[in-house]
């Protein structure tokens, strides 16, 4: 009885929280880039609804997992907390440690995947965190710099790394893997229907000389699917290759893990995906760790979760208001979903 009336009160109490920075959020919805290098800004999306239900206070530490151009994390910062931000890109890097320098010591930039989070913060010494946002996907920088290779609407090398540094790019998966693997490859991560038609395409380009550029593969797409419509056929065959150069997947997966398991209680973890693949992940993560009992018909009587650990504060995903869609079009598919850490489970 003493623990539920102490989880209520302190669910209470977070709603309150909540609810206390609304109205400040909601008051200041557009960012405005800074002069610092603008080719690394990008307007982070659903910024309102994120605050909203992350609702950091002052002293609360917060690790921003992919933290880009700093939208998300310099509004955080703004609220007192302290912001951990981890990026693979080194100058995404070096920009948001400029942009968010009136800040101190409170923030810290860290080079790496998200998915090693646990090693950052025992490196820091840190021990449990009060929430932590990942931003999944590709960044509007990354998508406008043809030199990497991420967009088919630009001529680039055929690179995709988000890491620069990481051993393999596109051009090695287009050029050296067999093709039962690339057919695997867009139909698991693009689902694209014509996955074996574009292969057997690709492998015949491939043995004339190797496709380097992004126009190389879109032309080795097009062969197989002229253009029609709105939609490029080479955008599902794009994000399957980068999905897979950068591992996002698994990444995703193991990071969902991590970070539960280094949330505080009451600690409110926040993820924003762009394509179905990866929000079937988020869903099917968040959904199992907020499912109290378990019941299947083999069972004599429903059994407790041993993977409960959640409070669903999304139980539909927060998407873009039509005025977000209207000012930023690459919204349109964004999802947020957010849980809290029980205080009991």
Not at 2 to 7: C, D, G, L, Y
Not at 13 to 39: D, E, Y
Not at 62 to 75: L, N, S
Not at 136 to 148: E, F, K
Request: proline share 6%.
């Amino acid at each position: 009885m003493i623990a539920t009336m102490e989880h209520r009160r302190a669910a209470t109490f977070g709603l309150q929280r909540r609810n206390a920075c609304i109205s400040r959020i909601l008051n200041s919805l557009v960012v405005k880039p800074s002069n610092l290098q603008p080719q690394f800004y990008h307007e982070p999306v659903l910024l309102a609804q994120t605050l909203a239900l992350l609702a950091p206070v002052e002293g609360e530490v917060f690790v921003d997992g992919t933290v880009g151009g700093a939208g998300h994390a310099e509004r955080i910062l703004e609220t007192g907390a302290r912001v951990i931000g981890l990026d693979q890109d080194p100058l995404a890097l070096d920009f948001t440690r400029r942009r968010l320098a009136r800040f101190g010591d409170r923030f810290v930039g860290v080079r790496a995947n998200f998915e090693n989070v646990a090693e950052v913060l025992d490196r820091l010494g840190v021990g449990q965190i009060d929430g932590a946002l990942l931003d999944i996907g590709v960044s509007s920088a990354q998508l406008d710099t043809p030199s990497r290779g991420f967009s088919f609407q630009a001529t680039g090398p055929l690179d995709m790394r988000m890491d620069p540094d990481a051993a393999v790019s596109a051009a090695d998966i287009v050029n050296g893997a067999a093709p039962e693997e690339l057919v695997r490859i867009f139909q698991e991560y693009g689902e694209e229907f014509e996955a074996r038609r574009i292969v057997r395409q690709i492998v015949v380009d491939r043995e004339m000389r190797p496709l380097q550029t992004t126009l190389d593969l879109v032309r080795s797409v097009e062969k197989v699917h002229p253009r029609r419509g709105k939609t490029h056929p080479a955008t599902k065959i794009f994000q399957a290759l980068r999905i897979a150069v950068n591992r996002e997947l698994e990444v995703l997966q193991n990071a969902l893990n991590t970070f539960s398991q280094r949330l505080a209680p009451g600690g409110r973890l926040g993820v924003i995906t762009f394509h179905s693949l990866e929000d079937r992940i988020v869903k099917s993560f968040f959904k199992t760790g907020s499912t109290k009992w378990l019941d299947r018909p083999e069972w004599p009587a429903p059994r407790r979760n041993p993977d409960f650990q959640f409070r669903l504060l999304t139980p539909k995903p927060a998407i873009a208001t039509q005025e977000e869609q209207n000012r930023n079009p690459r919204s349109r598919s964004a999802k947020l979903r957010i849980v809290v850490k029980n205080y009991v489970r």
